[in-house]
């Protein structure tokens, strides 16, 4: 890794590091009390989906986990040796997996390591283009704020310029978020969140409310904004819109860039609201893929987030990032699971 003074990592992402474990078994639904198409923490009786998983015949593993998807997804777009992820993660052979995958897709793993603990997983039920995702973090949510004083990851912090925060790493996380939200905004950069999943509005408020402040970039699917609209009081959830407005005028810290929210819509377009101009929504639509080319959709809001990520570390407008997101949106729901295309083909011309 690069020492602090010659670091080259402009993005620096944080979250959740998971080995996805996928298979097309919907039976596992009705026995786990799932939703075809949700994202949750597994309880104590939903444990016993991972074995039945390994042991599907048509298990397949993935690098995953939705900020290190987005890195990837990020990476893809620039040049090498511009992004680098932190998390936690064990000492075990799906860490070595996920190291080898990053190092495949151009991002540097600064993970940290917990001896004798095992790296987190999550459970993929893939059912037509509906995917349920149950997450065990294990190491992942036992990441402690010293890491940011290591050598390596200080002079990363020090050299990134943009930084972005999986929502899903406020379910245990929130001091080390704010520590380093409170270093990067202090020096003037940029920070993104993603509300990850509806039940991080739902349940996880507080620890979105203390970050908020931080932030310049909100990412989030309709679901999510729904959920945190609902959590919020407004009075139309569904107003996707109005939703993306109340966010970006939520009190903000750094004044010296307004904070921009971009609200994403399946097949439908996307909303983006700046609090520059929060009465003048900006409505972006999307070429539609057909039922036939769209294999799985897990990981394609992440794969958005990583190509608009990527977007704005090339300098490009808001308009021109969140094209780049649904280019690489739209590469996402070709594949199986949260992959990109490779050999990689241009995206930005």
Request: glycine share 10%.
């Amino acid at each position: 890794m690069a020492t602090e003074t010659e670091s080259s990592y402009q993005l620096l992402c944080i979250g959740n590091p998971l080995l996805d474990m996928q298979t097309s078994d919907g039976s596992l639904l009705d026995k786990y009390n799932l939703k075809a198409n949700d994202a949750i923490l597994a309880s104590p009786e939903q444990m016993g989906i991972y074995e039945d998983i390994s042991n599907a015949p048509d298990l397949k593993f993935v690098a995953g986990g939705a900020a290190q998807n987005a890195a990837r997804g990020a990476a893809y777009v620039l040049p090498p040796k511009h992004v680098v992820y932190v998390g936690c993660v064990g000492d075990d052979d799906l860490a070595d997996k996920l190291r080898e995958a990053n190092a495949r897709e151009g991002v540097e793993s600064a993970y940290l390591v917990k001896k004798g603990e095992q790296t987190g997983a999550c459970g993929v039920v893939i059912t037509g283009h509906h995917r349920s995702l149950v997450t065990t973090l294990r190491a992942a949510e036992m990441f402690d704020k010293s890491h940011f004083s290591s050598t390596d990851v200080a002079a990363c912090i020090k050299g990134a310029k943009y930084f972005y925060i999986g929502g899903f790493f406020l379910t245990h996380g929130v001091e080390s978020a704010l520590e380093l939200c409170k270093t990067a905004s202090g020096d003037g950069k940029a920070i993104a969140m993603n509300l990850s999943a509806p039940f991080i509005p739902q349940f996880f408020k507080v620890q979105l409310e203390t970050i908020f402040p931080y932030t310049d970039f909100i990412i989030g699917n309709e679901s999510e904004a729904e959920s945190w609209g609902g959590a919020a009081g407004l009075s139309d959830p569904k107003d996707h819109a109005a939703v993306a407005r109340a966010i970006a005028l939520l009190p903000k810290s750094n004044l010296t860039r307004p904070r921009v929210v971009v609200i994403t819509r399946g097949a439908d377009s996307t909303v983006v609201v700046s609090s520059a101009n929060p009465d003048t929504p900006q409505i972006h639509p999307i070429q539609k893929l057909s039922d036939d080319e769209i294999v799985d959709t897990n990981g394609a809001g992440d794969a958005f987030a990583g190509g608009f990520m990527g977007g704005l570390v090339l300098g490009k407008s808001i308009e021109e990032a969140v094209e780049i997101g649904h280019k690489m949106g739209a590469m996402n729901l070709r594949q199986v699971g949260p992959q990109y295309t490779w050999p990689k083909i241009q995206i930005i011309a």
